[in-house]
C-alpha cells in the first residue's frame, strides 16, 4: 500500500507541473516568441495587410510579461489597423489603452490620415477627461486649504503696510506666497513676496514710501499661494475682484513721531548744550569770593 501510495502521489505532482507548465504558454514565457510576432505585425502594417494583422497584434496583447513599450506599439497597430478597415469605433479603445500608458504618444507623420483623425479624437477626449480630474483633485486639495489673518491696524500714508497670514496647508504645498496690490484706478499690479516666519506664518510689509499721500485712498490688492513648480494654490481675491482697503492721507514726515526727527534731535542737542553752558557757570560763580568778603588761604 505504501508503494501504490507513493506512486500515486509522484503520478500527481507530475500531472500539476504537467498543467502548469501548459498554463504558462510559450507566449507568456517567452519574450523572444514575443518579439518575434512583432515583428511580423510590423511587416504586416508596412504591406497594409491590415485584416492578417489584428489577430497578430492580439496575440501580443493577451501574452504575459510584455513590457510597456511593445504594449504601446501593439495598441497604437491594433486601432491603426481597425481605423483603416473603417472600424473607427472599435479603433478608439486601442488608442485609449494606449495613451493611458504614454499620454504624450505622437503618430509618425506618414502616418495615414484615416488613422491620425480618429487618434486625434481619442486624445482630445483624453485629454478633456484627464483635465476635469485634475480639476476635481485640485478642489479637493484647495478644500482642505485655508488663509486666516490681515493687515495693520492703523492704516495711514507714510506708514509701512505690514501684512501676516497663517495657511491651513496640510499637504504642505506651498513654497511661496504673494500679495499682489495696487491704488484704485492704477491699471497695474506690484507684487509682495511674504516670508515664512519661524512661527509658520508669512509675512511682510508695503513701505511708507509708497503709501504716503496726501490724499484718503483705497489700496487694492489679492493674495495668491504657489507650489514648487509655480502653479498657484489658494488665492484671496483676484486681479478682477480684489480685497480693498482705505488709507487715510499722510506722509512719511507726519507719520513719523517727533522723537524720530531730525530737528527734535538738534534742538535737543542745542538745549543740552546751552544746559551744559548754563550749569558750567553756575558752578564757576559759586566757587568766586563775593564782593569784601576776605579770602583766607592757609599754607
Do not use: C
Not at 500531472?15 to 517567452?30: C, D
Request: aromatic share 10%.
Amino acid at each position: 500500500m505504501r508503494r501504490v501510495f507513493g506512486w500515486e502521489w509522484g503520478m500527481w505532482t507530475s500531472v500539476l507541473l504537467v498543467m502548469q507548465l501548459l498554463a504558462a504558454s510559450p507566449m507568456a514565457s517567452s519574450s523572444s516568441i514575443v518579439a518575434e510576432r512583432m515583428l511580423e505585425a510590423e511587416r504586416l502594417y508596412e504591406s497594409l495587410d491590415y485584416g492578417e494583422l489584428v489577430p497578430v497584434v492580439l496575440e501580443v496583447l493577451e501574452a504575459r510579461g510584455v513590457d510597456e513599450e511593445t504594449k504601446i506599439r501593439a495598441h497604437f497597430l491594433h486601432g491603426a489597423a481597425l481605423a483603416v478597415i473603417g472600424a473607427t469605433v472599435e479603433a478608439e479603445v486601442p488608442f485609449r489603452l494606449l495613451l493611458r500608458l504614454d499620454p504624450n504618444f505622437e503618430p509618425d507623420p506618414m502616418t495615414s490620415p484615416k488613422i491620425v483623425a480618429v487618434f486625434s479624437k481619442v486624445r482630445f477626449e483624453e485629454e478633456t477627461i484627464q483635465a476635469s480630474l485634475e480639476g476635481i483633485k485640485m478642489a479637493r486639495i484647495l478644500g482642505e486649504m485655508s488663509i486666516r489673518g490681515g493687515t495693520s491696524s492703523t492704516l495711514m500714508g507714510g506708514l509701512p503696510i505690514s501684512f501676516r497670514y497663517i495657511v491651513t496647508d496640510p499637504r504642505g504645498l506651498v513654497e511661496s506666497f504673494f500679495v499682489h496690490y495696487r491704488r484704485a484706478g492704477v491699471p497695474h499690479y506690484s507684487s509682495l513676496a511674504l516670508l515664512q516666519a519661524t512661527d509658520g506664518g508669512w509675512q511682510g510689509s508695503i513701505p511708507g514710501e509708497w503709501t504716503e499721500s496726501e490724499l484718503d485712498y483705497v489700496l487694492e490688492y489679492h493674495l495668491v499661494t504657489k507650489d514648487d513648480r509655480d502653479n498657484k494654490l489658494k488665492a484671496l481675491g483676484s486681479s478682477y475682484e480684489p480685497e480693498k482697503l482705505d488709507i487715510a492721507a499722510g506722509t512719511i514726515e507726519e507719520a513719523t513721531p517727533f522723537y524720530d526727527r531730525a530737528w527734535f534731535w538738534t534742538v535737543a542737542g542745542l538745549a543740552a548744550s546751552a544746559l551744559v553752558g548754563t550749569t558750567g557757570y553756575l558752578l564757576y560763580e559759586r566757587g568766586q569770593p563775593q564782593d569784601g568778603a576776605a579770602v583766607l588761604v592757609l599754607d
